[in-house]
Nanobody, 125 residues
Framework: VQLQASGGGLVQAGGSLRLSCKVSGRTINYYAMGWFRRAPGKEREFVGFITWTGRITEYADSVKGRFTISRDNAANTAYLEMNKLKAEDTAVYYC???????????????????WGQGTQVTVSS
């Protein structure tokens, strides 16, 4: 299973970006998809996830109301829409997925077995 994150870049504060996570080697239909990020000098942290049904999303308090996770099973791709970006959102963003079918994960990165390589998001203030 391979995950390819893309869509990062440089954006001004207040702007928007949409990240994509293309999965190969496995259908995403029955698997939750998660997003995490690592800011310079900090530990990797939870951003959010979407359940395999797409009916439930959970977000970190720091991004709630600004970020939206969605999925397109036909494209085998998950998305992270980021609006009203702040300088503190600057980080490498990673997508990840659990090994277990239909499992609703928690915010713990230990529940996510397969990871993408990360895409850099830089927000200038």
């Amino acid at each position: 299973v391979q995950l390819q994150a893309s869509g990062g870049g440089l954006v001004q504060a207040g702007g928007s970006l949409r990240l994509s996570c293309k999965v190969s080697g496995r259908t995403i239909n029955y698997y939750a998809m998660g997003w995490f990020r690592r800011a310079p000098g900090k530990e990797r942290e939870f951003v959010g996830f979407i359940t395999w049904t797409g009916r439930i999303t959970e977000y970190a308090d720091s991004v709630k109301g600004r970020f939206t996770i969605s999925r397109d099973n036909a494209a085998n791709t998950a998305y992270l829409e980021m609006n009203k970006l702040k300088a503190e959102d600057t980080a490498v963003y990673y997508c990840a997925t659990p090994a277990e079918r239909t499992r609703t994960p928690t915010a713990s990165e230990h529940e996510f077995v397969y990871w993408g390589q990360g895409t850099q998001v830089t927000v200038s203030s």
